[in-house]
């Protein structure tokens, strides 16, 4: 039988790991940890089954309760102990969304029509990437030192304080650098 690949282990999966045998032992502050740093992941687990968040904060309720008294049975060589707790997570919104009446399961057919469909349509998606073409011919068209900062500036999230202290020039030049190029770039835009 051949043997199972290593799965790598990070600084986060090895505190996991550890908090759930603190747990395991009892130790509280170990569980409030891993409630912490796990609930979140976990919820969103709860919810991909269960779309009533409700539902879904009760299974969450139950899933912490579970691991409080069957944290002893993780075993590290098996599993990481993120993958241990989203199975327990899915495994208890399955049982939740079975024990569900039938019409909180599933929704009539004839409601399909009355739910908006926000994701951009086809149309939609080729004007995206005509426009995204369009603004990257006009941004080779700035100056090397224009398209860094406006780059580093509305993609990267950077203020003008920092831009001006990582290049070293004035605050009121690199304002207006950044004023400049967007204004080559609309009238690039526009044409």
């Known amino acids: 039988m051949p043997e199972s690949p290593q799965r790598q282990r990070t600084p986060e999966s090895e505190r996991l790991d550890g908090l759930l045998g603190d747990v395991a032992g009892g130790d509280r502050g170990a569980f409030e940890a891993l409630y912490r740093a796990t609930s979140g992941k976990l919820l969103g687990v709860c919810l991909r089954v269960l779309p009533d968040r409700a539902e879904a904060e009760d299974v969450l309720q139950e899933v912490y309760a579970s691991v409080w008294r069957k944290a002893v049975q993780f075993d590290a060589q098996r599993a990481s102990a ?105 009238a690039c835009l526009e044409s």
């Open 82 to 186: 993120i993958t241990w707790l989203a199975m327990i997570a899915r495994n208890k919104a399955i049982d939740r969304a079975r024990a569900l009446p039938a019409p909180q399961r599933t929704a009539s057919i004839e409601l399909a029509d009355e739910i908006a469909d926000h994701a951009a349509t086809p149309l939609q998606q080729a004007e995206a990437a005509n426009d995204q073409s369009r603004l990257e011919i006009c941004m080779q068209r700035l100056e090397a030192r224009r398209r860094a900062l406006i780059r580093t500036a509305f993609f990267d999230g950077a203020t003008y304080e920092e831009l001006a202290a990582r290049i070293g020039s004035p605050l009121g030049s690199v304002k207006s650098w950044i004023r400049r190029g967007l204004s080559q770039l609309r």
